[in-house]
């Protein structure tokens, strides 16, 4: 109160009537600026999250297309021989289920070892669950396989009399 008073008979000989002021506390002002920066900060690693999948699945998709071309032969003998589309799905996607559960393990064991060498210098610890790990992998799996099963039932319906034409 007596900071007011002080201000406003400063004011009374200076024409500075713009100028007025605000009293908070410091913590506050800290606070509201931590928190604008947190704010923003979450949402840029949620953009750079997103951007990031885009690209992995523009990735996938690109590499069952080549895959599928690559091994256009193999589609269609079976074809020919009167293999059902599910099975040559299948035939293609057992492929890159591998490759993922073998990233899948490799990323597991190197976030394992990241978030425990992170989580160890922290006042108040928490435990990791195994489920946490599962459960990413398994919505990876699940996300990764939209394009791939897209892809090779393309592939898997495509004319198998066109594959084989120059053999």
């Not at 990735?59 to 193999?74: Q, T």
């Not at 992170?118 to 699940?142: H, P, V």
């Not at 039932?153 to 198998?160: E, I, Q, R, S």
Request: proline share 2%.
């Amino acid at each position: 109160m007596f900071i007011k008073r002080l201000f406003k008979s400063i004011l009374k000989y200076k024409t500075l009537s713009l100028l007025s002021l605000v009293i908070s506390f410091l913590g506050i002002i800290i606070l509201t600026l931590y928190i604008s920066y947190e704010r923003s900060y979450g949402r840029f690693i949620e953009f750079v999250s997103l951007w990031c999948m885009l690209l992995a699945i523009t990735g996938v998709l690109s590499l069952v297309v080549f895959i599928s071309r690559d091994r256009i032969k193999e589609i269609g003998i079976p074809k020919v021989n009167g293999a059902q589309t599910t099975e040559i799905i299948l035939l293609i996607n057992k492929y890159f289920i591998k490759w993922i559960t073998i990233a899948f393990c490799i990323a597991t064991h190197i976030a394992w070892i990241a978030l425990n060498n992170w989580l160890r210098d922290f006042a108040y610890k928490t435990e990791m669950s195994w489920w946490i790990f599962a459960l990413s992998g398994i919505i990876s799996l699940s996300i990764a396989m939209i394009p791939i099963t897209w892809q090779s039932g393309k592939a898997a319906t495509h004319n198998p009399v066109e594959a084989l034409r120059y053999e």
